[in-house]
């Protein structure tokens, strides 16, 4: 019988942690319709938004994001539905608007992990209150934008 493998004990934790966060945050997940999803056509729309305070350590180093519960991070997935729906590449621009009436664009990266394709954008949370996002993407082979709007209640200590 081969030996067994040891572990590291905090890097399993650490490890685990991270991939929880990600299928929490990740709207790319491919799994069914949700709350924070919207259909167009063949194109289906997946949205989150936290404070990036609930972020693990290692996404915020992956992605140089900075911890803080004066900053959200939006997640966007756009998802082809076909006989194989995949994960698609598009044009992802989005508009935070806070409490008193101040706008922010959104900067988004683009992230791809084997597959699960992410546009990931950080914005400031001035305080707490409901913050409006303006999200609008392009699709592949389309030229208009389609356009979603929602809220998000935060709490900022």
């Known amino acids: 019988m081969p030996p067994i493998p040891r572990t590291d004990g905090p890097a399993i934790f650490a490890a685990a942690a991270a991939l929880l966060a990600l299928l929490f945050l ?3 997940s491919g ?5 924070n999803a919207r259909t167009f056509g063949d194109f289906v729309l997946r949205y989150s938004a936290i404070s990036t305070a609930q972020l693990p350590p290692s996404m915020l180093r992956k992605y140089s994001i900075e911890r803080s519960d ?7 997935a756009v998802e082809q539905k076909s006989d194989h ?3 698609v590449h598009a044009d992802v621009s989005a508009i935070v608007t806070d409490l008193f009436g101040q706008s922010v664009p959104v900067r988004f ?10 546009y990931l954008g950080t914005f400031p949370l001035n305080g707490s209150g409901n913050y ?5 993407v392009i699709a592949p082979g389309r030229t208009r934008a389609f356009e979603l709007t929602f809220n998000r209640d935060y709490i900022v200590d």
Do not use: C, W, Y
Not at 31 to 35: D, E, K, L, M, T
Not at 132 to 136: A, E, P, S
């Open 31 to 35: 799994r069914g319709q949700s709350a």
């Open 85 to 87: 729906s995949r994960m």
């Open 132 to 136: 409006r996002f303006d999200v609008k």
């Open 109 to 118: 990266i683009e992230t791809d992990e084997a597959g699960q394709i992410d």
């Open 26 to 28: 990740a709207p790319g």
């Open 70 to 76: 004066r900053h959200g991070l939006l997640n966007i």
